[in-house]
């Protein structure tokens, strides 16, 4: 098993850190342990009770600020209660194994936190594109990063090729264009993608070389950087298309307007 030697920061390991993956450490980082052990927050994380972003902190427990009880062998955990509703609340798990450190459980689980921040994009992704963002996260909390860029990669290739569908007036035949490279594509369609995602067209190729060439560490390494490159993306479309829909009410309503003031 693959030992990273940096240890990430508190809110890090309890939010982005997938169970089981393990890190080394030296006796010298046992301040770094010790914040963990103890940590008593603010997180600011989804609350699945409350529907909604919170504030968490710590329940009570046990504290020692010690070298030798920050460097113990065994399970501990970090308990926190949403500042809202103190029925509400986040359990984590660690092992510490010798010179070793892994997150073993979660309650509520990675997947389920984000499944709530992702709720909002149902309006633009259609249900099976929607399922498959939900798979990406759930096999990214599970440690699986090769599975989630296929899942990943399907969503920016349908975002690609709606916009293209979607063109009253082809500027090229469907044959041509199914056989250009997405980089092609992408300038073909720039005026009619979210700016986000021709500016940061990389993504794709980062996707590809995730799926073909990366190791599952390296593919759950950036997997958080690439998911937030998707939900900007949808972040952009889902704005213009609550534009649209706000300017077509205005019309409507400026239109009845007209109306009665010219039959008056």
Do not use: W
């Not at 990273?4 to 393990?22: E, G, I, M």
């Amino acid at each position: 098993m693959n030992k990273q030697r940096k240890l990430p920061t508190v809110s890090d390991f309890l939010l982005n850190v997938p169970l089981y993956k393990v890190y080394a450490f030296n006796k010298e980082d046992y301040r770094e342990l010790s914040e963990l052990r103890n940590y008593e927050g603010p997180l600011d994380c989804q609350c699945l009770g409350c529907s909604s972003k919170s504030v968490f902190k710590e329940r009570k427990g046990y504290k020692s600020y010690e070298e030798h009880y920050a460097l113990q062998s065994g399970v501990f955990k970090v308990n926190l209660t949403c500042s809202r509703d103190s029925t509400h609340y986040l359990d984590f798990y660690f092992l510490v194994n010798g010179l070793s450190i892994q997150k073993i459980g979660q309650y509520p689980s990675l997947a389920d936190l984000e499944q709530v921040e992702i709720e909002k994009y149902r309006g633009i992704l259609d249900k099976h594109l929607y399922t498959e963002f939900s798979k990406a996260i759930g096999l990214s909390s599970h440690g699986i990063g090769i599975g989630s860029f296929v899942y990943l990669r399907r969503i920016f290739e349908n975002l690609v090729y709606s916009a293209f569908n979607s063109l009253e007036a082809e500027s090229v035949t469907r044959e041509d264009f199914e056989r250009m490279r997405m980089d092609e594509k992408i300038k073909l369609l720039k005026d009619h993608l979210p700016s986000f995602l021709v500016q940061n067209r990389s993504i794709y190729s980062i996707l590809s070389k995730g799926i073909h060439s990366l190791t599952e560490q390296e593919t759950l390494e950036v997997f958080p950087a690439i998911k937030l490159g998707i939900e900007l993306i949808l972040d952009e479309k889902l704005e213009q298309d609550e534009k649209q829909k706000k300017i077509e009410e205005a019309e409507h309503q400026i239109s009845i307007i007209n109306q009665k003031i010219k039959n008056a």
